[in-house]
Every structure is written in C-alpha cells, then in structure tokens.
C-alpha cells in the first residue's frame, strides 16, 4: 500500500461524528490517516453557539461526541481558536494534512489555513436542490424549515474567503425536511448522507485525481 492521504476533520455534533465514523470505520480507513481534529467547545463564544446548533436542547454528551470518539481512536483534539499560532504550529507541523473536511465547526478559516493543504479544503453545508450558493450562514437548516421548503441537500464546496460561497464540489440527493423536524432532527437525518458523500468525494479524488464531482 502506498503512502496514506493524510486528512484533518473540522467538525462537531451528528454531521461530524458520522463523517469522521466513515473515515474511521468505512471503505477509506486503510487509505485515509485522520491526522488531528479540531472541534467544537459550546461554551466557548468564539464558536457563535447562540446563533448555531447549539442554541437548541441538547445534551452534554452531544457536545462531546466528536472529541470524545476522537480521542478514543487515539487522534489529536483540538477546541481552541484556529486563527492563532498555537493551532498554526499544530495544523503545519504535526499534521501536515493534504485533505480538510469541515462538518459542523463554529470558526471561520482563513486563507492559512484554507490554502495549507495541497489538494484542498472542504465545507458541507445545507443547501436547497441546484441553487448554489444557497442559504449560507450559520444555521440554514432553520431558514429551510421557516421557508417551508421540502426537501433539502447536503452540499460539499470549497472553502475560500466568502461564507459558504465557495467552488462547488458534490451534493446529496434530495432528503426530505418533515413538517414537524426541527434543526437537530435534520442534522441527524441528513449526517449519514453527508458522510456517505465525503467517502464517494474522496474515491472519485483517488481514482480520477479530481475533486469536484458535478459538471
């Protein structure tokens, strides 16, 4: 086997735990080497939780599910600013990543950070059907849900200076918003489906040497 893809996940809740549970677990974990993940701490401000996911019941335990499986599988967590040299020294020196996923992570990046690996940094987001870009922002879930849309996609983009404007890379057939879902009932629908395409995103990468899977 060749030299393994070295990847570094940015992410929290559902959409990060299932998306680093297929990197761990799937098709790709003899191929990927999750190298470190950085993760969300509510408590912290820098992480906007009043305006996110957090803003909405939840458990301690949900707060913790992707540093906790993180450590658990023996990889570097992360839960401080990422815009500072502390993370800069850890991002480029120790894990050296040449992939970046982000699913679920309450700090922007900036292009340090976003330019550092050589094949590319990625953004799932919620978005509605081929509209791109479409409901950026920190919570499109609960717009989707206000708009009475009924159904929406996972979207994977590049990530650039804008917010949630970046290339677009992949999306997700249409998941359906039920009337009565609230915002954490579709992070939990929809984060299987998400992570399913991070894995075809990669393959494709693997295969063909391109990320972006839509013409």
């Known amino acids: ?3 393994r893809l070295r990847l570094a996940l940015f992410g929290s809740f559902y959409r990060g735990y ?3 549970y297929e990197l761990l677990n799937g098709e790709l974990k003899d191929i990927v080497e999750v190298v470190g993940v950085a993760s969300d ?3 912290q401000f820098f992480v906007s939780p009043s305006k996110r996911v ?3 019941p ?3 335990e949900e707060e913790t599910l992707v540093p906790d499986s993180a450590r658990y599988a023996g990889l570097e967590v992360f839960l401080g600013r990422v815009k500072t040299d502390e993370f800069y020294a850890i991002y480029e020196q120790s894990w050296k990543p040449n992939l970046c996923i982000s699913a679920t992570f309450g700090q922007l990046f900036n292009e340090r950070i976003f330019d550092y690996p050589d094949i590319g940094f ?3 987001h919620p978005s509605f059907d081929d509209t791109w870009p479409s409901y950026s922002g920190g919570n499109p879930f609960s717009a989707m849900i206000s708009d009475r849309k009924p159904h929406c996609v996972i979207t994977i983009h590049r990530v650039n200076q804008k917010f949630d ?3 677009l890379v992949a999306r997700t057939r249409r998941i359906a918003i039920p009337n009565v879902a609230t915002v954490t009932d579709m992070h939990k629908i929809t984060s299987p489906i998400a992570a399913d395409l991070v894995k075809d995103v990669i393959k494709n ?3 063909t040497g391109k990320l972006v899977m839509i013409n």
């Open 205 to 207: 990468y693997l295969s």
């Open 54 to 56: 957090w803003q909405y």
């Open 1 to 3: 086997m060749g030299k």
């Open 18 to 20: 299932y998306v680093l």
């Open 58 to 60: 939840h458990t301690r």
């Open 122 to 124: 990625l953004n799932l």
């Open 41 to 43: 701490d509510p408590k």
């Open 165 to 167: 404007e970046g290339e």
